[in-house]
């Protein structure tokens, strides 16, 4: 971020390398658009190999998803979903110049984010608890498929990994949320809010897909 | 801003907020789709296809609308696309490999 500039008015001024605003704005975006693409092959490795591990061993992944809470899985995909339509609306409320709106709406999103953790939380207690956990740390002893500990190490490695990106996309809407409160944003410029946006909904997007396959389908 | 004389050739896109509102619902009610077809429909073999499937429509929605491809130009949905690209590429590869040395137990046993 070293070539953006700020006034005394804290209003935004393009860096001079770019054409104008607008080509400032789409070539931050373009680059965090690269960003996804590495986000979607890190996370694309685990899918890949949990399908085919759940076409090896269908039923370990059945009764692994039974030992999941499917109703905290599913409360914390509501909980995505409202997070993702308020960064969404934030972002909305920019363009329009609705700053105390907009201001609500980073709030929000980042209770929701708060919300999916202490649910999690509360899921990986009662896993750790019961020993339901990857490889050699597993000590469940009602496990029926020999392979369980496999499924723990998918749900461990996934779930956890995804973990990390909504306390990571919790911290950069926190720091969107600074600079909003300061008054960096308005409807010409608003480039931090839409590249922090975007990374907030890829991990709404990975979530839509790691809620059927652990908890539904298993 | 104003001092550029190439401003305003451009401007941002506005997402109306009925659409934003639209998709969350729409969303949600896919989300209740497919916690009452995977918990309360016994599909059998078709559960993971059909989960897969809604779960596909829910992330079009959110790439489309929330991360606002709809509206962008072409180079950001090919950058984007290339990533789902190479994850076929590894998939099938992988895939391939597996399932081309049977009997398939046998590797990991």
């Given at each position: 971020?070293?070539?953006?500039?700020q006034t005394?008015?804290?209003?935004?001024h393009?860096?001079?390398?770019?054409?104008d605003?607008?080509?400032?704005?789409?070539t931050?975006?373009?680059?965090?658009?690269?960003?996804?693409?590495?986000?979607?092959?890190m996370?694309?490795?685990?899918f890949?190999?949990?399908f085919?591990?759940?076409?090896?061993?269908?039923?370990?992944?059945h009764?692994?998803?039974?030992?999941?809470?499917?109703?905290?899985?599913?409360?914390?995909t509501?909980?995505?979903?409202?997070?993702?339509?308020?960064?969404?609306?934030?972002?909305?409320?920019?363009?329009?110049?609705?700053n105390?709106?907009?201001?609500?709406?980073?709030?929000?999103?980042?209770?929701?984010?708060f919300?999916?953790?202490?649910?999690?939380?509360?899921?990986?207690?009662?896993?750790i608890?019961?020993?339901?956990?990857?490889?050699k740390?597993f000590?469940?002893?009602?496990?029926?498929?020999?392979?369980?500990?496999?499924?723990?190490?998918?749900?461990f490695?996934?779930?956890?990994?995804h973990?990390?990106?909504?306390?990571?996309?919790?911290?950069?809407?926190?720091?969107?949320l600074?600079?909003?409160?300061?008054g960096?944003f308005?409807?010409?410029?608003?480039t931090a809010?839409?590249?922090?946006?975007?990374f907030?909904?890829?991990?709404?997007?990975?979530?839509i897909?790691?809620?059927?396959?652990?908890?539904?389908?298993? | 801003?104003?001092?550029?004389a190439?401003?305003?050739?451009?401007e941002?896109?506005?997402?109306p907020?009925?659409?934003?509102?639209?998709v969350?619902?729409?969303?949600?009610?896919?989300?209740?789709?497919?916690?009452?077809?995977?918990?309360?429909?016994?599909?059998?073999?078709?559960?993971?296809?059909?989960?897969?499937l809604?779960a596909?429509v829910?992330a079009?929605?959110?790439?489309?609308?929330?991360?606002g491809?709809?509206?962008?130009?072409?180079?950001?949905?090919?950058?984007f696309?290339?990533?789902?690209?190479?994850?076929?590429?590894?998939?099938?590869?992988?895939?391939?490999?597996?399932?081309?040395?049977?009997?398939?137990?046998?590797?990991?046993?």
């Amino acid at each position: 971020m070293s070539t953006v500039n700020q006034t005394a008015k804290g209003e935004h001024h393009y860096a001079h390398h770019f054409r104008d605003a607008m080509h400032e704005f789409l070539t931050s975006k373009e680059g965090i658009w690269v960003f996804m693409v590495t986000e979607i092959l890190m996370f694309g490795g685990l899918f890949v190999g949990y399908f085919i591990f759940h076409a090896l061993y269908p039923e370990t992944f059945h009764e692994g998803a039974s030992h999941l809470a499917w109703k905290m899985g599913a409360l914390n995909t509501v909980v995505l979903i409202a997070s993702s339509w308020t960064m969404a609306l934030s972002i909305h409320y920019i363009q329009r110049g609705l700053n105390s709106k907009a201001t609500m709406c980073l709030i929000i999103t980042i209770l929701c984010g708060f919300i999916f953790m202490i649910v999690k939380y509360f899921e990986y207690t009662s896993k750790i608890q019961h020993g339901l956990l990857p490889g050699k740390f597993f000590h469940y002893h009602e496990a029926v498929s020999q392979q369980l500990p496999l499924y723990f190490g998918f749900y461990f490695c996934m779930t956890g990994l995804h973990g990390i990106h909504v306390v990571l996309g919790m911290s950069l809407i926190g720091w969107v949320l600074y600079r909003h409160l300061k008054g960096e944003f308005n409807p010409h410029y608003f480039t931090a809010v839409e590249g922090v946006g975007i990374f907030w909904h890829i991990v709404d997007l990975i979530w839509i897909f790691l809620f059927p396959l652990l908890y539904l389908v298993g | 801003m104003g001092q550029n004389a190439n401003h305003g050739h451009e401007e941002h896109h506005i997402i109306p907020f009925s659409i934003l509102r639209n998709v969350c619902l729409a969303l949600l009610v896919l989300t209740i789709l497919t916690v009452f077809t995977a918990k309360f429909i016994h599909l059998g073999v078709l559960a993971t296809p059909v989960a897969f499937l809604i779960a596909f429509v829910k992330a079009m929605l959110v790439m489309a609308y929330f991360m606002g491809l709809k509206y962008e130009g072409n180079g950001n949905r090919i950058i984007f696309g290339t990533g789902f690209f190479f994850l076929a590429v590894l998939a099938f590869f992988c895939v391939l490999d597996i399932w081309t040395r049977l009997p398939v137990q046998d590797i990991f046993s």
